[in-house]
């Protein structure tokens, strides 16, 4: 992987279990996990397009209401995507709706890390 200079290159999460997050976002996202000891595990994509990043263990959650950034995946079917992110237990937080440039919902994983999927359609 290269790395470049002064851009984003990586992001941690809490988890408070680690287990079933990797598990719905392997089904939900096609992530594949490295661990590092029971309470690290890092994440990528099997294509190695985007970010990769990691989930520590911790009582905490990132949730924009509280002032956490909010991380956002883009989709080429909003309503697919959403039904998907369900069937792998995800909660949707906030229903599909319109805003400037497109529409997006948000969601949250099963440690309660909060995220969004947007769509220009």
Sequence with gaps: M????EAIDYV????TDIAATKAFFEQAFGWVFTDFGPEYTAFNRLDRNGIEGGFYK???RSN??????LLIFYSDNLEETEL???RCGGLITKAIFA??????FHFTCPSGNEFAVWSEA
């Design 58 to 60: 911790s009582p905490l």
């Design 64 to 69: 924009s209401d509280e002032g956490a950034a």
């Design 2 to 5: 290269s790395h470049i200079h």
């Design 12 to 15: 941690e999460f809490p988890a």
């Design 99 to 104: 805003f400037p440039g497109g529409r997006r």
């Design 84 to 86: 998907k992110i369900m």
